[in-house]
């Protein structure tokens, strides 16, 4: 793609405090919005990939290493939050965020978690309390939660319905970690609808957000426009909470990117990559110095993409909303301190290429890139032949460490969470799940530590039956530190 030059906008920040809203009733609140579909083209000059790399196995945390790691990852604090009774077909959406003063936030799709002793208690909020429900059709769904160290800000990002008109919106809410401690009632938030892009009568959704030095990043899919939006704001005018301008890329320049989520960790440039077919990444930059962003493309061996599936003990499959979406996007992204980025995606079972290996199972596919010179440093898949992982999402460490978390499941096991260390080839869990939910995901997070960077925080949820009740379940949300032994 040629230079493009970023779009620009202008808010007004509002501050709200003490949760002065009636909550919405449960019945009201809606889990999903209808979203078309863009499959993964087919390469017609495959790479095939003959050799994978060893596969990967699931350890119960506390346990030896199976791989005999000497070093082997533990988790240094295991705290669940309140669970949770839904449907078997609701996502979780798992996001958060710690920081430095032991004030963590942990949000899903119905609900945000404070705590403010690093795990060991938590409050639920209720955004529809907190935040007016005077935009779009009111508060749905997605939520993404991330702490931004350099001005000591939490930004919340909120997902609302499209309006009568099919217009989506979204709030962007942001707090100090004392605020945050103190009252965390109390934000200052800045209000997007589609129309400020453009698309005044089409729906938003699938979020995230990341941040450099300079800047935090914004991305959504923009439905009318089939092709995924990145913004930029800069931290001071966050911190200062008036006026912020924002500058936006053309959604239709990104349409290889549809449900990709950002390159976490950059210092100096947004980062995003989509798929133009199953062995063709488009590596999209937006580099701070400056108003433009651009694409290249780099070859990767070929990954099947064909159906995700796998069924659970109970019969349930886990990946039915992942074969519609996500699918294949790039979900999990991390910068390295070498400049370096390390990408993850879902992949399916089967070769990819004529001659390639045959995966029994939907895996993990991780490439990192040398984005200077546009090249491949390495490759690996996260497979086993009895199970299958999805929903990858990365970080890494001070130690130059990238941790995972990601989706498990098959034949044997229910789908679960679990995390771990790139290399390791052992990815750990503490609770096990004792029902498979007919949709996982749609997302996972984990993130650098605050508190000490050399461990990662993880952000997931284990699944429970409900006993007299086969269509329900119970979600439990967990926040992780995990990390080297030695950390």
């Not at 110095?289 to 109970?314: E, I, L, Q, R």
């Not at 499959?317 to 979900?331: E, G």
């Not at 895996?363 to 690996?380: K, P, Y």
């Not at 997070?445 to 086969?470: I, K, M």
Request: positive net charge; aromatic residues 12%.
């Amino acid at each position: 793609m040629i230079e493009q030059r970023l779009r620009r906008g202008r808010l007004d920040g509002v501050s709200v405090k003490g949760a002065p809203y009636p909550p919405v009733p449960p019945g009201k609140k809606r889990d999903r919005q209808p979203r078309p579909r863009f499959p993964v083209k087919r390469t017609g000059r495959p790479r095939p990939l003959h050799e994978p790399s060893s596969h990967a196995v699931i350890a119960k945390a506390g346990g030896r290493d199976p791989n005999g790691n000497r070093d082997p990852v533990v988790f240094h604090g295991y705290h669940p939050s309140k669970g949770l009774t839904k449907s078997l077909t609701n996502a979780a959406d798992m996001s958060g965020s710690d920081s430095k003063r032991d004030v963590v936030m942990m949000s899903g799709n119905w609900f945000c978690d404070v705590s403010n002793d690093a795990g060991a208690n938590w409050k639920r909020l209720d955004p529809t309390t907190i935040f007016p429900e005077d935009l779009g059709s009111g508060f749905c769904c997605d939520q993404v939660v991330v702490y931004v160290p350099r001005i000591d800000r939490f930004i919340w990002f909120l997902q609302y319905g499209a309006d009568a008109a099919g217009q989506g919106a979204f709030r962007i809410a942001s707090a100090s970690s004392a605020s945050v401690k103190n009252d965390p009632t109390a934000w200052t938030y800045w209000d997007f609808v589609a129309g400020n892009f453009g698309y005044p009568t089409q729906g938003m959704d699938y979020p995230d957000l990341a941040f450099s030095t300079t800047f935090l990043y914004v991305s959504t899919d923009v439905f009318g426009s089939g092709g995924r939006i990145v913004l930029r704001i800069p931290l001071e005018e966050l911190r200062a909470g008036g006026t912020i301008n924002y500058g936006y890329t053309d959604p239709t320049k990104s349409k290889s990117a549809w449900g990709a989520h950002l390159v976490q960790q950059t210092r100096s440039q947004a980062v995003w990559v989509g798929h133009r077919d199953n062995t063709t990444l488009e590596v999209f930059t937006m580099p701070d110095a400056g108003n433009t962003y651009s694409s290249f493309t780099v070859k990767v061996a070929t990954w099947p993409n064909g159906s995700h599936s796998s069924s659970g003990p109970d019969g349930n499959d886990w990946l039915t909303k992942l074969r519609d979406f996500p699918n294949f996007a790039v979900t999990g992204g991390v910068e390295r301190p070498n400049g370096h980025v390390v990408l993850a995606w879902s992949a399916s079972k089967g070769k990819g290429g004529g001659t390639g290996f045959n995966f029994p199972n939907t895996h993990g596919r991780v490439v990192e890139l040398d984005l200077v010179a546009r090249s491949v440093v390495s490759e690996m898949q996260i497979w086993n032949p009895d199970y299958a992982f999805a929903y990858p999402t990365l970080a890494v460490s001070s130690k130059d460490e990238v941790g995972v978390i990601l989706g498990w499941g098959g034949a044997s096991n229910h789908a679960n969470c679990a995390m771990g260390i790139i290399g390791d080839f052992v990815v750990w869990f503490q609770n096990g799940s004792t029902r498979t939910v007919k949709r996982y995901g749609d997302y996972l997070t984990t993130r650098p530590a605050e508190r000490n960077r050399r461990l990662f925080g993880g952000y997931g949820y284990y699944v429970t039956s409900v006993s007299g009740d086969a269509n329900s379940c119970t979600y439990h949300p967990i926040y992780v530190r995990y990390g080297r032994a030695s950390a």
